[in-house]
């Protein structure tokens, strides 16, 4: 059974940073493509940034430049370093995992698995 865990969400000020982390379990996580989506309140869920397990990645434009990505795949573990933060990152922010190769991962629907998410709250 696959289970993502994401942790470090908290409250911030602005300008501050965050490090995200999203755990895996029960998945071949070298070869797992993972990607960061966020959902504010009455919005969408949209994506953040992403990584193919070849270590390509994929940003938002909101946040690139911002919010690098990472994998350590010794300890199955994703992450999400939040710099620069402004009061508009503030979401709900998921992991997801899919282990198809040639996926769109900006896509959300390609995604098959989800963790439960964790709040990042920006304040001015």
């Known amino acids: 059974q696959v289970h993502l865990v994401e942790s470090g969400g908290g409250l911030v000020q602005a300008g501050g940073s965050l490090r995200l982390s999203c755990a895996a379990s029960g998945l071949t996580f070298s070869r797992t493509n993972i990607g960061w989506f966020r959902q504010a309140p009455g919005k969408e869920r949209e994506f953040v940034a992403a990584?193919?397990?070849?270590?390509?990645?994929y940003y938002a434009e909101s946040v690139k430049g911002r919010f690098p990505i990472s994998r350590d795949n010794a300890k199955n573990t994703v992450y999400l370093q939040m710099d620069s933060l402004k009061p508009e990152d503030t979401a709900v922010y998921f992991c997801?995992?899919?282990?198809?190769?040639?996926?769109?991962?900006?896509?959300?629907?390609?995604?098959?698995?989800w963790g439960q998410g964790t709040q990042v709250t920006v304040s001015s």
């Open positions: 997801a995992a899919d282990g198809n190769s040639y996926s769109d991962l900006r896509n959300r629907a390609v995604y098959d698995w």
């Open positions: 990584m193919r397990w070849t270590g390509d990645t």
